[in-house]
């Protein structure tokens, strides 16, 4: 059974950074990219990026939003995947989801963590 | 900015039909941009319904299909049941780039 667990949610300050992490299982890891979502608050889905598959060059895509402040990268020995959050802002307060795929598809989804940023 | 546009709401009757469509700012919606959708509840995770524009996940119930229509992509319900009542998410991707989620369609079953 495939399963993602995102953890490393919580309250940070504006300004300030966070790792989270989605650790994998029920599948070969690094046969497939990696990527996250974001939901801000009463808010839509907002894509924030993926990274593809060490064969396909373990290369990342952002959206504009997030792009120079956020870093996803990934460990296939440990089944992990992480979105590293720079210079947080109140705007990135969201619940962040990560899921298995990119455009093929984004099957699989794991139940999100929230992140907070506040002073 | 690119733009993805869906209806904000849309009603149904149970045993009904409706179409939700998702359009894109920067012209037709073709199968190049993978047109994948999606269904949330209140307090859940979004599940994966549709995929590159017509595709099935093993678990989408077959009263869901995804297509093409008039330069939008679209995702048909054919004999709503109460439980397919929630927010739908289209999500296309541009060039391998980017990806952009439209705002969603609240779909309620009246």
């Known amino acids: 059974e495939v399963q993602l667990v995102e953890s490393g949610g919580g309250l940070v300050q504006p300004g300030r950074s966070l790792r989270l992490s989605c650790t994998a299982s029920?599948?070969?890891?690094?046969?497939?990219?990696m990527s996250w979502v974001r939901q801000a608050p009463g808010k839509g889905l907002e894509w924030v990026g993926f990274?593809?598959?060490?064969?396909?060059?373990?290369?990342?895509e952002y959206a504009a939003s997030v792009k120079g402040r956020f870093t996803i990268s990934r460990d296939d020995s440990k089944g992990i995947a992480y979105l590293q959050m720079n210079s947080l802002k109140t705007e990135d307060t969201a619940v962040y989801f990560c899921?298995?795929?990119?455009?093929?598809?984004?099957?699989?989804w794991g139940q999100g963590t929230l992140v907070t940023v506040s002073s | 900015q690119t733009v993805v546009t869906q209806e904000p709401s849309l009603t149904v009757s149970p045993g009904g039909t409706v179409t939700l469509t998702c359009a894109s700012s920067?012209?037709?919606?073709?199968?190049?941009?993978?047109p994948n959708w999606f269904q949330q509840k209140p307090g859940q995770a979004p599940r994966a319904l549709i995929y590159?524009?017509?595709n099935k996940h093993s678990w989408t119930p077959a009263r869901f299909s995804g297509s093409l229509l008039g330069g939008k992509a679209a995702l048909t319900l054919s004999g709503v049941q109460p439980e397919d009542e929630a927010e739908y998410y289209c999500?296309?991707?541009?060039?391998?780039?980017?990806?952009?989620f439209g705002g969603g369609t609240k779909l309620t079953v009246l």
């Open positions: 899921t298995r795929g990119d455009s093929s598809s984004l099957g699989y």
């Open positions: 029920g599948f070969t890891f690094g046969d497939f990219p």
């Open positions: 990274i593809r598959s060490k064969p396909y060059g373990g290369t990342t």
């Open positions: 920067t012209g037709a919606v073709t199968s190049g941009y993978y």
């Open positions: 590159s524009t017509s």
């Open positions: 999500l296309l991707y541009f060039g391998a780039a980017y990806a952009v």
